[in-house]
């Protein structure tokens, strides 16, 4: 049995002092049981550092990321544009007489 396995074992849960520990958060370094971790992007993380994690990734949008999105949106008017131009323009080229003196 190494160091570390018998240090851990001897360490306590933060969340629940009963427990033993069974990994150490590498964020905050406090130890934790098994309920109270989880793995995330291979790393054995605490609830309250995972939660960091994501708002730091929430608040790390630039203040352009709007930019993409506006610039699909006038592709798409144009596309739809250019789209109805066209088939107008096919349906112009029709001759009157194409249609028939019938109606429906």
Known sequence: MSIAAATLRQKRCVNHPQREASARC????????????????????????????????????????????????????ITVYFAFLLLGNLLLSFPSEFHGKGGW
């Open 26 to 77: 590498p964020g905050c370094g406090k130890f934790y049981c098994r309920e109270c971790i989880s793995e995330h992007d291979d790393r054995v993380l605490c609830a309250a550092c995972l939660a960091g994690m994501s708002a730091k990734k929430e608040t790390e949008t630039s203040r352009w990321a709007w930019a993409p999105r506006l610039a699909l949106v006038v592709l798409a008017v």
